[in-house]
């Protein structure tokens, strides 16, 4: 309710951006990228299956060049301070379909998401790599991608969202 709340409000906020929309095809949003395992590396995996995608990093970050092995040609945005809501929101209006990879207290970037699903309906998919904990994000995706059979149970019997078992691809 909360989550729905903020998004309802930051929605009313920011409904100039959307007569500049544009139609890029995936954007992965994580919220900070790791140098070793975690969501990273799993949202590398599948930038590499799906043969690309941009990348949005939501939370400051200085360097990403240790950080992140992702194809040439690949569109990073990042922000040494961060991101404002809005400036969330102007970007992932440009893409058909947004991967969250998100934590699971990255409040900003799941606002975010929800006020541009509400405006101009692009697709969703929320990677669940912490299925043991709350999280933010659950709301405002089309569909909630589960990395273990736990989390792919949980949604079934209690969350009430559509979801799918993902794993963990390999090569």
């Known amino acids: ?8 409000r930051c929605a009313a ?19 900070a990228p790791l ?11 599948i930038i590499g299956l799906r043969e690309g995608g941009d990348v949005l990093i939501s939370r400051p970050v ?8 992702l194809p040439r040609g690949t569109k990073i945005y990042c922000k040494e301070h961060g ?13 058909k379909t947004i991967f969250l990879h998100i934590n699971p207290d990255d409040l900003l970037a799941s606002v975010a998401v929800g ?11 929320f990677v669940n790599h912490a299925d043991h904990v709350f999280s933010f994000g659950f709301c405002c995706s089309d569909l909630v991608a589960e ?25």
């Open 1 to 8: 309710d909360f989550e729905e709340l903020l998004i309802s």
């Open 13 to 31: 906020e920011n409904r100039a951006v959307f007569e500049k929309v544009k139609t890029l095809k995936e954007l992965h949003v994580i919220s």
């Open 35 to 45: 140098a070793t395992g975690g969501h990273t590396r799993l949202m590398e995996k």
């Open 62 to 69: 200085m360097d990403v060049s240790d950080k992140l092995r």
């Open 83 to 95: 991101f404002y809501v809005s400036g969330l929101i102007e970007i992932l209006a440009k893409y």
């Open 115 to 125: 006020v541009v699903r509400r405006s101009i309906s692009n697709r969703v998919i």
């Open 147 to 171: 990395v273990s059979s736990y989390g792919f149970s949980l949604s079934q019997k209690k969350r009430g969202v559509s979801s799918s078992f993902l794993g963990i691809p390999m090569n």
